[in-house]
């Protein structure tokens, strides 16, 4: 009870530090299309309604990894009325019957949501190629601060983004998302990383309140932002 107990005040103090960010959130979407150009098509018609205006998605392709689904469509919110409003604007858009009809051989997986706690770079939609670290940690404030101490001695490819897990099962709690131009960029940063003693200080400080749960790799196909 006392480690239930210290794990909701941590992601309580954790949320509330979010709220300078305006609540800022991702909803990830998984599915399986048939193709990732028929998929690019359909939500080019999507976006192409006037409902969309504003409206911030990308959409990746899976690479590496143990992957439930092809590709994600990564949709951004800036608030919870924000998340209202556009579901409703798409839900009775024309664009969305045709993404539905262009779509049906897909097979969608669900979604979640993941709040914004910090990013150290450059927004995750300006990354080429991505990769997500799905972490579990017992203790998030501490783990906040050691991704920005690890961010302050090593930088970045252009892309860190830590992200909280809002929805879902029990077992993540975060994701690192680390993006740079390309799947070289990206794993020469990892290179790196992996080697320098910063990484073992970052090791050493969270300790057993953090367990890595898998690392998957995602291509960016395109980026929506009406």
Known sequence: MNNLYSTITAAVLLLAGTVAQAQQFEVVHSVDFTSTSGARAALDMLFADDAMKDAKATLYAADLGDHESSHLIVVDFDNYQ????????????????QYLLATQDSEYHGGDMFVVVD????????????????????DAELYRE???DLNKALGNPGVLRLVQRRTGGSDMTHAVLIGGKDFAAVNEYLDKLQSSDAYKDFAEKVGDTREVLGFHTYRRVAHWSN
């Open 82 to 97: 924000d998340y209202i409003t556009r579901n409703k604007q798409r839900r009775e858009s024309h664009g969305w019957s």
């Open 119 to 138: 990013d150290h770079g450059k927004s995750r939609h300006t990354a080429g190629y991505l990769g997500a670290y799905l972490i579990k940690s017992s």
């Open 146 to 148: 050691a991704i920005a």
